[in-house]
Structures are given as C-alpha cells and as structure tokens.
C-alpha cells in the first residue's frame, strides 16, 4: 500500500456512498471523513477552529470553502489518517478540489470512485430514508415499526429528515448536477475516475470497488 490510499467517494445523494466508506474503511484500516462529521467533532472538541465553525453555523450561514479546507487538513494530521483515507462529501465543488490537491500535494488523491446509481432509485431510497437524530444511524421505513421509532443502536428518535422530503430531495439533487458533476471531468482530466454500477447489492458494490483499488495498484 503507498503511503497514503486517499480515495473520494462521489456520488448522488442516497447512492449508498456512507455504506460504501464503512465498509471500506475497515477493509484498508483508514478513517471514513465526512465533512459533516468534521463540522460537528470540531464544534464538539471547542476547538479554535471549532469554535469559528460553531460562530458561523449559529448565525446561519454556509461555512466557507476556506474554513472546511482548514478542517480537512486538520484532519489529515490526526494519528489515524497517517495511512490515508476516505473523503465523503467532500470535495464538493471544483474550488475544493483544487484546494484539496495543493493541500495534499504528492500525497494527494490516488483515485475517484463515482457510484453511479439512477435518480430514480436514489429518490426511493431517500424518501424512504429514517434517521436517528442521536447517532445518525439509517434505516427504512419499513423498519420503523419493527423498532418503534426508536433507534436500535442508542434509543434515540428515529425521524424521516427534512432534507428527505420530495422537494428538498429535488433541489439537493439539482444542486448535485451543478456543483459535483464537474468533479466528474476534474478527476477524469487527472487519470483518477473510475465508475462504479452503485445499483448492485452493497456487498457487489464493495467487491467491484475493492477490485479496483487492486486492480489499480494501490492495495
């Protein structure tokens, strides 16, 4: 394995991309970082940063490329992420990508995985989407009344999010097109992209994905 295996996992929302990191993670013993996990530790931990972080969610807006940047690399310094790792939701746009890539430097992104899952399958799986507003854990609706509303892991709530509502659905995914995609020609340009079918059972999306980090060299 090279010094680092950073991978990005793109993809539409509810293409499966958290499974896919969780599983991933423990195959290559590297760290899952999702920006919203960075935002909410950092706010967590009282940090200095953190602190700026919370100053800018409490007022209601929209923290700054500069600001996740910051947090990204900060991250990337932590003991776990020496070997490398996962970036979800993160870069979002090309701005990020670009910072991210003098951040890195040599040891920058090894590859890009895009799971490719149709707008139609990942409107059901997000409008049918529960979340515990505790630990974040997901579930089906159709595993709601096996639990209560309660969530199995922690006895938190277990809630269908705003966020997963038709027209939010809608608008996340049109936001998608227009500010990830491009991402999609940034990492092809580099010789970094490779699609994945995301419309597979989670354990063939992992086996395809795993097939070409070997196939590729880097694990």
Known sequence: ???????????????????????LAKAYAIPHVSTGDILRGAVKAGTPLGLEVASVMNAGALVSDELVIRLVDERFKQADAQKGALLDGFPRTLAQAEALEALLGDDGIKLCINLDVPVSLVTERLSSRRV??????????????????????????????????PDAIRKRLEAYERDTEPLLSFYGSRGLLVTVDGDQSPDDVTRAIEAVVHDKGLA
Do not use: F, W
């Not at 990005?8 to 929302?13: A, E, R």
């Not at 892991?153 to 997963?164: F, K, P, S």
């Open 1 to 23: 394995m090279p010094a680092r295996l950073n991978l990005v996992i793109l993809g539409k929302q509810g293409a499966g991309k958290g499974t896919q990191c969780k599983h």
């Open 132 to 165: 515990c507003q505790e630990c974040g854990a997901i579930y089906k609706d159709s595993d709601i009344e096996a639990i209560s509303g309660t969530c199995a892991n922690c006895g938190g709530d277990v809630i269908q999010r705003e966020d997963d509502q």
